[in-house]
Every structure is written in structure tokens, then in C-alpha cells.
């Protein structure tokens, strides 16, 4: 025991003639954290946060809608498939739509066989920003085209976003887009 206290005694001179550790400098600490804070909380950083959350739930939403909602039964081979009037889409509009309906068949005909991703999803990004401009013009003030094109483009959307194809290929027979497809870019010349 004697020798404990001795051992004890020794350690508390050694500790002493040790340099003391410096001072913790806790105010420019506190004020650091301060200022950090204030950055975090700034008018700008609540915005950013608030917009983050708010395109977040946006796209939940429009997920669980999609989810939810269903997909539109399948349209029986004999139902007529509606064509768009000539006379309601301007010529240069009408050519353009045709065109792109004449592109995107065999794009859709691939996804519908769950062709190759990678050739896959570079022509559903060009097709999807084509079918967003004809959506926007006056290519969609007809209800046939512009039914088709929203169809058109939630296919797209699906194939571009995380190579969904098989998503892609469900909405492709579930709600008609390919036999639509050809009966409009095939019904006009």
C-alpha cells in the first residue's frame, strides 16, 4: 500500500512539471458555431431547403398518383382508334408530328421487346424532348394527337428515368400507345 502512495505521490509531481495543456479558446469556438448557424438559417439556405422539399414531394405525389390512379384499361383491337382532323393541326406541325410518331414506332417496338438499354435510353431522351415540344404547340390542340403524345411521353419518361422499361413496356399495352401510334402516323400521309 505504502508503495501505492509512494507511486501515486511520484505520478502527481511528474503530472505537475508537465506543461499544462493551453487554454480552450471556447469563445471563438461558440462564436464560430454562431456564425455557422446563422449561414444554415439564412433567408437563402430556408428557400433552398423549402424548394428541395417541395420538388421532392412533388414527384412523390406524382408517383403515388401514377400508382394509384391505375393505368388506363386496354383498348379492344376492334374499338376504332381516333384520328386527328387535318384541318385542326397546321401542315408544318402536322409533318413534324408525323415524322416523330414515324420515329418513335420502332423506339417503342424495342422497349416493348425490352431491347438493349443503353441505345434504348439515348432515343427515348431525344424522342421525350421532342414529344415535350409537341406537346407545348399547336400540334396538341388536337385531343387524339395530344392524348397520344401525353401517353407517348409518360413511356419516354418511364424508359429515361432509372432505364424503367419494364414500366415502360406495361404502359405501352395497357393503355394502347404503340397500336395508337401506328393507326395515327399511318393513317395520314
Given at each position: 500500500?505504502?508503495r501505492d502512495r509512494a507511486d501515486d505521490a511520484?505520478?502527481?509531481?511528474?503530472?505537475?512539471?508537465?506543461?499544462?495543456?493551453?487554454?480552450?479558446?471556447?469563445?471563438?469556438?461558440?462564436?464560430?458555431?454562431?456564425?455557422?448557424?446563422?449561414?444554415?438559417?439564412?433567408?437563402?439556405?430556408?428557400?433552398?431547403?423549402?424548394?428541395?422539399?417541395?420538388?421532392?414531394?412533388?414527384?412523390?405525389?406524382?408517383?403515388?398518383?401514377?400508382?394509384?390512379?391505375?393505368?388506363?384499361?386496354?383498348?379492344?383491337?376492334?374499338?376504332?382508334?381516333?384520328?386527328?382532323?387535318?384541318?385542326?393541326?397546321?401542315?408544318?406541325?402536322?409533318?413534324?408530328?408525323?415524322?416523330?410518331?414515324?420515329?418513335?414506332?420502332?423506339?417503342?417496338?424495342?422497349?416493348?421487346?425490352?431491347?438493349?438499354?443503353?441505345?434504348?435510353?439515348?432515343?427515348?431522351?431525344?424522342?421525350?424532348?421532342?414529344?415535350?415540344?409537341?406537346?407545348?404547340?399547336?400540334?396538341?390542340?388536337?385531343?387524339?394527337?395530344?392524348?397520344?403524345?401525353?401517353?407517348?411521353?409518360?413511356?419516354?419518361?418511364?424508359?429515361?428515368?432509372?432505364g424503367g422499361t419494364v414500366l415502360a413496356a406495361?404502359?405501352?399495352?395497357?393503355?394502347?400507345?404503340?397500336?395508337?401510334?401506328?393507326?395515327?402516323?399511318?393513317?395520314?400521309?
Amino acid at each position: 500500500m505504502d508503495r501505492d502512495r509512494a507511486d501515486d505521490a511520484r505520478l502527481g509531481e511528474l503530472l505537475r512539471a508537465h506543461d499544462p495543456p493551453p487554454p480552450v479558446p471556447a469563445g471563438e469556438m461558440w462564436d464560430a458555431i454562431a456564425l455557422d448557424l446563422r449561414r444554415r438559417t439564412s433567408p437563402r439556405a430556408r428557400w433552398a431547403r423549402r424548394a428541395a422539399l417541395l420538388a421532392a414531394s412533388l414527384v412523390l405525389g406524382v408517383i403515388v398518383g401514377e400508382q394509384t390512379a391505375g393505368i388506363a384499361p386496354r383498348r379492344d383491337a376492334a374499338a376504332p382508334i381516333p384520328r386527328p382532323a387535318s384541318a385542326s393541326i397546321p401542315r408544318a406541325y402536322r409533318l413534324a408530328l408525323d415524322g416523330h410518331l414515324a420515329e418513335a414506332q420502332p423506339v417503342l417496338a424495342q422497349i416493348e421487346r425490352g431491347g438493349p438499354a443503353g441505345t434504348v435510353d439515348e432515343s427515348a431522351r431525344r424522342l421525350l424532348v421532342t414529344t415535350r415540344v409537341l406537346l407545348a404547340s399547336p400540334a396538341a390542340d388536337d385531343a387524339a394527337a395530344a392524348a397520344l403524345l401525353r401517353d407517348l411521353e409518360l413511356v419516354l419518361s418511364q424508359t429515361v428515368a432509372d432505364g424503367g422499361t419494364v414500366l415502360a413496356a406495361d404502359a405501352i399495352h395497357a393503355r394502347g400507345v404503340l397500336p395508337r401510334l401506328r393507326a395515327m402516323a399511318g393513317g395520314r400521309a
